[in-house]
Structure formats: structure tokens, C-alpha cells
Nanobody, 115 residues
Framework: QVQLVESGGGLVQAGGSLRLSCASSESISRSYTMGWYRQAPGKERELVARISSGGSTNYVDSVKGRFTISRDNAKNTVYLQMNSLKPEDTAVYYC?????????WGQGTQVTVSS
């Protein structure tokens, strides 16, 4: 069982920044991809950003140029740097780890952007 623990969420004004962290109990170098998803009230969960074991990344169009995903294999941690935040970024953000044997989720961290 892999544990993914998110941190770094909170309340921020529009235009501000936050950095989310996802600490894994398993070596993330054993994952295919690590990613961040989000779910706003009344909406489906959506992929925000994903990074492969080789370091390639992809982002949902709405965050391109504002968010950056990165990974530190030595610390088994994945980050999501979020800049120029907008009220529509408000959601619960979930860390996801796609490993060979299973797909794991963190418990989520709330991000609220006030206008």
C-alpha cells in the first residue's frame, strides 16, 4: 500500500501563488507517472498536470504557463507550483501515483482563491 500525502493548500488571493507537495511512501522512481488532479464543487475530477518517470510533462490548457509540476526522486516528492492563481482554480487538489501494480490517490488538499 502506497501512501500519498499532500500539503501546501490554503487560501490565497487572486494573482497569488501556492506550492503543493505530495510525499510518497514508495519510491516515485517506480511510478509510471505522478500527477495532480483537482475537483471543484459540482464538477468532475480533472487532470491538472502529470509528469512521467522520464520527466516529460503535460498540463490541462487552463493552467499552461501558470503551473509547473516537478519531481524530486531523492525525496520521493512531487510538487505543483501554482502562480497567477485565479478564483476558478479553487478546488480540492489530489495527488495521483500510477505504479505498475496499482493506481494510488492522496487524501486531497483544499485550494481556495479569493477574488
Amino acid at each position: 500500500q502506497v501512501q500519498l500525502v499532500e500539503s501546501g493548500g490554503g487560501l490565497v488571493q487572486a494573482g497569488g501563488s501556492l506550492r503543493l507537495s505530495c510525499a510518497s511512501s514508495e519510491s516515485i522512481s517506480r511510478s509510471y507517472t505522478m500527477g495532480w488532479y483537482r475537483q471543484a464543487p459540482g464538477k468532475e475530477r480533472e487532470l491538472v498536470a502529470r509528469i512521467s518517470s522520464g520527466g516529460s510533462t503535460n498540463y490541462v490548457d487552463s493552467v499552461k504557463g501558470r503551473f509547473t509540476i516537478s519531481r524530486d526522486n531523492a525525496k520521493n516528492t512531487v510538487y505543483l507550483q501554482m502562480n497567477s492563481l485565479k478564483p476558478e482554480d479553487t478546488a480540492v487538489y489530489y495527488c495521483n501515483g500510477a505504479f505498475l501494480w496499482h493506481n494510488y490517490w492522496g487524501q486531497g488538499t483544499q485550494v481556495t482563491v479569493s477574488s
